[in-house]
């Protein structure tokens, strides 16, 4: 305890020699503080970029909490000439008898908003990425509670802080600090309480579905096996959702040949998950389907060595759809969704399938298996045909599917292949408020004539050559769906960060499962579903 005072007050000292030796007003003020018991808080402040070198553009809780600390927040801004840019931070000690620290972080120009070229809603993402610099930095000086300006949008604000503060430490001794975070301006300077609070705790059930797709992405894949991953959704679902967890048995039983045929190869039994969340009663449920190899070595067509165990997240598909259920069941949306998730390994072995080998898919289709490592749209293909059955009003498949869409688009967007116009606009439009964006892509014959050129079966599970790898491979699942409204994502390009994103921590990312729940959001608006 002694010792934590001595700090605070050697961290007072050093403030006032560097910032404010000349302003004794201010300096009574922290004299006063440097004794006060109650510094156990930070709060984080937005300000507008602004040129001018003598105003401060702050947000509105902002201003009220310069105009309650008698202007020392703006006094002290302006204590230095350069003004703040988008993403950039000053932080403040001993400014309140409350926070031990305040950082002021700039949310970029104030009124920006959507972003023709860019699809974006730049506003929210400014928003998203400058609260998420701040929680760390606060995190980095041992603040271990945190009240966060909502910025003009809350839920976007509460979006960054949670998602920023995510870390897979669950291996390691040492855990990284998870300072609490909350809402500052709901408690004390709105009129609007309630409403910001309830946006707030939207935007961290937003950030909490992404949190557990990463989770479960980054899980090494001798723990995290196809019956590990049906545990873990039945533990995190089970109390809003039906969970069905099917055998091989049942697969056989179905005629999922083409899906048995990638397990075959391991010795850890597959797994088909059905999961069931019934907001609303109707006959017409939204299908997710989500791809589930929880390792991708290549099988017999084995991969190269290195990077390859970044292909524990080849279940990011499957993690997607999980993550998007978790919160549009917490969110309590009024909707029907039923999801689909085929899980297994791809490995090699004496029971593998091999090049050339053909099996028979749940619509009856033939496959020739020319390489093994194109396991996703084969466990995906039946997948496909089973969720036909329940007639959906929608089919949104989420897979990392190809190496080739991560050469098209990079981290940048979730590749699109759809045949409705109109869902694409519904997504797209999603995809602006979460910030994690789409790119449409093509569903051509012509991608199609490459997956039906076949020496021994109706189809090939490659293109032939290598151009237009996602595209061909998207050919390839049009084959084993008949739904109208039919949106395939290919997720391989977005399946990690290394720094694209601000306000994600490097590693597994969980993308685009907070588009996901927004498209399910406006689709929730819709009286089918
Ligand atoms: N899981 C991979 C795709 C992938 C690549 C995901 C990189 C994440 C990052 C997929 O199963 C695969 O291996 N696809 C092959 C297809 C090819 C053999 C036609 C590919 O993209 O090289
Ligand atoms: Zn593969
Ligand atoms: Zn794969």
Redesign the pocket.
């Known amino acids: 305890m002694a010792a934590s005072i001595v700090k605070r007050v050697s961290r007072v000292k050093k403030f006032n020699i560097s910032h404010i030796s000349a302003r004794n007003k201010l300096l009574t003020g922290f004299r006063h503080f440097s004794t006060s018991k109650q510094w156990n808080k930070a709060l984080v402040l937005g300000v507008y970029e602004n040129e001018s070198t003598d105003s401060i553009d702050f947000t509105g809780t902002a201003r009220k909490f310069d105009e309650k600390a008698d202007g020392k927040i703006s006094q002290l801004l302006l204590t230095v000439k350069k003004p703040l840019k988008c993403g950039k931070t000053r932080t403040l000690h001993a400014v309140d008898p409350e926070f031990s620290s305040v950082l002021v972080t700039c949310i970029g120009k104030r009124g920006e908003g959507y972003d023709e070229l860019e699809t974006v809603d730049k506003g929210r993402e400014s928003i998203r990425a400058a609260v998420a610099k701040a929680v760390l930095q606060l995190r980095e000086l041992g603040e271990n509670e945190i009240e966060v300006d909502s910025c003009g949008d809350t839920e976007a604000s509460a979006e960054g802080c949670h998602l920023a503060l995510f870390s897979y430490d669950d291996l390691k001794a040492e855990k990284s600090r998870k300072p609490t975070v909350r809402i500052s301006c709901a408690t004390r300077y709105s009129q609007d309480k309630n409403s910001m609070e309830i946006e707030w705790r939207k935007g961290a059930i937003l950030a909490e579905g992404q949190n557990l797709s990463r989770r479960l992405m980054e899980m090494p894949a001798n723990l995290l096996t196809p019956t590990k991953f049906a545990e873990i959704i039945k533990e995190q679902l089970a109390d809003k959702c039906e969970v069905l967890v099917r055998d091989k048995d049942w697969a056989e039983s179905m005629k999922m040949g083409s899906f048995l045929s990638v397990a075959r190869g391991s010795v850890e039994p597959p797994v088909f998950l059905e999961i069931e969340y019934k907001g609303r009663q109707s006959d017409s449920p939204l299908a997710l389907v989500g791809k589930g190899?929880t390792f991708?070595t290549?099988g017999i067509?084995i991969?190269p060595s290195q990077g390859m165990d970044?292909?524990r997240?080849?279940m990011g598909g499957a993690a997607c759809v999980a993550g998007s259920l978790l919160s549009v069941s917490k969110l309590q949306l009024p909707v029907h969704v039923k999801a689909f998730i085929p899980l297994c390994e791809?490995m090699p072995s004496g029971s593998a399938t091999k090049p050339g080998d053909v099996v028979t898919a749940m619509n009856g289709k033939t496959i020739q298996v020319d390489?093994t490592?194109?396991?996703?749209r084969l466990i995906l293909a039946d997948a496909l045909c089973y969720s036909e059955q329940f007639n959906p009003s929608l089919i949104l498949d989420m897979a990392?599917?190809?190496?080739?869409i991560?050469v098209a688009l990079g981290a940048g967007a979730a590749g699109v292949f759809t045949n409705s116009e109109n869902m694409w606009n519904k997504l797209q439009k999603a995809s602006v408020r979460s910030g994690d964006r789409v790119w449409r892509m093509p569903l051509f014959n012509h991608y199609t004539k490459k997956i039906t050129e076949c020496q021994l079966a109706d189809l090939n599970n490659?293109?032939g050559s290598?151009s237009g790898?996602a595209c061909t491979?998207a050919a390839f699942l049009k084959e084993f769906v008949n739904n109208k409204n039919w949106l395939h994502l290919d997720i391989?390009g977005v399946?990690s960060n290394s720094g694209d994103v601000a306000y994600l921590g490097k590693g597994m990312s969980g993308r685009p499962t907070r588009t996901v729940i927004e498209f399910i959001n406006l689709m929730s608006k819709e009286t089918k579903n």
Do not use: F, H, W
């Open positions: 190899v991708d290549g067509s991969k970044a292909m997240g080849d791809n390489n490592d194109a396991e996703g990392t599917l190809t190496g080739a991560d490659i293109g290598r790898g491979a391989a399946m």
